[in-house]
């Protein structure tokens, strides 16, 4: 982390801005990748979502402009470029669209965003929180699981009276 807080402005707006092109891009081909021919795979579950429901309709209210405003959201930034992904938008309207929202998110992670990064690992009660942040996430996936299979479970058994 000392060595990025070291680099210069530039070149440290320039590393957070090549971050969000890979990551939206990479999010992008997930979403390609999905429409041709992997809908079996563990990434179709995320088309059945409702984060990737609200992604849909903030797409088609926005149109390429969701690209944009997906960088200043936390969450579903990556599921709003999944679904241009899977609309297939055209590559010469997502491209420059993640590049501007690129610029913007470069432009938050250099200025407020590693400030507060810093302060936050750098305080003993920031450690503490992260790690009671992290085993709630941890915790809540695993009751996710646990319910998904609870729930699979009774439909397997027949019911007499309903089925005879």
Same mark, same amino acid.
């Given at each position: 982390? %000392? ?12 590393f957070?801005?090549?971050l969000?092109m ?6 992008y ?11 079996h795979?563990?990434w ?25 405003m997906?960088?200043?959201?936390v ?13 297939r938008?055209?590559?010469?309207l997502?491209?420059?669209?993640a590049?501007?929202?690129?610029v ?25 929180v992260?790690?009671l942040?992290a085993?709630a996430?941890?915790?809540s ?17 027949? %019911? ?5």
């Open positions: 982390m %000392d060595r990025i807080n070291d680099l210069p402005y530039g070149w440290l707006f320039a957070f801005w090549c969000g890979m990551r939206s891009h990479t999010m081909w997930i979403g390609r990748g999905i429409t041709a021919g992997t809908a795979s563990r179709a579950g995320v088309l059945e979502t409702p984060l990737y429901a609200t992604a849909q309709a903030w797409a088609a209210r926005w149109g390429v402009l969701a690209i944009p997906s960088f200043l959201t969450g579903l930034q990556s599921c709003i470029q999944i679904s241009a992904g899977v609309t938008m055209r590559l010469g997502y491209s420059p669209a590049a501007a929202g690129s913007v998110w470069a432009a938050v992670y250099t200025t407020v965003g590693m400030a507060v990064i810093a302060a936050w690992l750098s305080s003993p009660a920031g450690r503490v992260s790690v942040i085993a996430v941890i915790g996936i695993i009751a996710q699981h646990r319910h998904a299979g609870s729930r699979m479970r009774p439909s397997s058994i027949r %019911d007499p009276q309903v089925h005879g």
